[in-house]
């Protein structure tokens, strides 16, 4: 056993190293022959004085004492050689087992090793791909940028933008945004950096005396292509302003990544659209006729929370829930009552605390607002508890007896929501309609009680997400509009909410031309007439 645990435990130690395994092994050995030679085994003659023992001592009693010593020396000697064999047959085996470990050991390490550098190398080969693939593509991007295609109209044509170091001169928004503006957020960000390398590169062709700072700048011109990237053409003058200098920039777009996938089920997550109101029955007539088409009749997971603020009315606007409730065995609604002035903010937010189900989405509404099922799934797919919150951009209507003038008769509603700028546009300055968690709403605080009137309280909850860690998704959304109706401007109102009303009002009514057209409407008809009166005359 003794000498099993030995070839045990140098088995073991020689996959650590092979070469000292075998030289401990040799001393092991003989230390061990040594101790067998000087110390004789008990266990070799039973280590007792009966069987083995007794037939020595009768040989001895027969035998001269010289032969006696001579033959248990002989017969000592004949054990020891085959002990001996014995062991130099293990540490034979073991030397063999121990050329058969090592081997593997090797074996196995040079794999590894081998398994290493291969995943290394194609590692550095992936990434030398990579690396040359981005470098072809950004070299690409720069080609395309230099490079003029012949256009098809004039409508193709890239307008640049031109900024200097304090305002921005741009198109976007046509006449109902500022033609000049400070830059903002991503795109003060963008212009800064861009100028600020444009300035190191400069200087570093200079290479002595750097002569450029942002002092220097003069002005730029600067344009998106949406497949490309970012184009800069940047002017500076030296301060003796005796030299242009000129340098063009590209921030080339990389190619398209994932960021991440999302499976949701449609139709799902409950939607609570609350909607304040006082009065207006025949506009509540309406609204109950698309929610029954599109909610009851369509989504069928959509739950209705109406407020109503005082009691003139209140009785109409019973009978008619109650009318579409009996005729669809719809049960999802609640009605709400509330003395007082009428506030949107506090109806939303006495609707949003009604709210006793599971943490659903709330959609802030009103009776003029149309709205589709695709609007509805949108609602669904940008809010998200904890992370984002749905505002979109409402499509309002023009006064549609001024955008169908012409025509002898209206089109009927469903027909009025067409996008197109002559029907309306991107109601961008309101916030009023908005889809949120109701847990978002309840940690954000809701509404602020304290404002009255018209239209500030929109903005301020816009505003409290805008400045959380939530991100607000903001998008010009084809599927819900706002109705025309005729706006009055209340003149209680503070000074700051009736000059909001009044803008709401001016750009509520007609598109630019059709104003204008309405405005020089004398000077048209005297221009008919006098073409007519010539007619007749010849």
Known sequence: MAVLNLITMKTLFVNRNGVRVCSILALCFILWTMYRMTCPDNSATGGSLDGRQEVIYQVHEEM???????????????????EVETLKQQINDLKAELIKQGEQYVQFGDDNRQGVELQENKAKASSNTQDHALSDFLQQQVKKIGTHQPLKDEYEVGVFNTFTSKLVYHLEGGLSHKPAEKPKSDRKDDLIEAVYAAIDMLNAEMKVNPAFSVENFVEGIYRTDKTIGSYYNLLFKTPAKSHNYQIELLRPFAPIQKLKSITTEAQKQTINMIVPLSGRLDKFINFMQRFEDICIKGDKNVYLTVVYFGSEGLTEIQSSLHTVATRNNFKQFRLLNLNGEFSR???????????QGENAILFFCDVDIAFTSDFLERCRIHSQSGKKVYYPIVFSLFNPAIVYEDSQVLPMEDDQLRIHKDTGFWRDF?????????????NIKGFDMDIKGWGMEDLHLYRKYVHSNLAVIRVPDRGIFHLYHPKHCDPELTPEQYKACIGSKALNEASHTQLGMMAFKNELQAQLKQSQSKQQKV
């Open 430 to 442: 309101g916030y009023g309609m908005a889809c949120q968690y109701r847990s978002d709403f309840m």
């Open 345 to 355: 903010g506090r109806g939303l937010e006495e609707g949003a605390k009604s709210w």
């Open 64 to 82: 001269p004492q010289k032969e006696y010593y001579q033959s248990l020396l002989a017969e000592k000697d004949e054990q020891h050689k085959a």
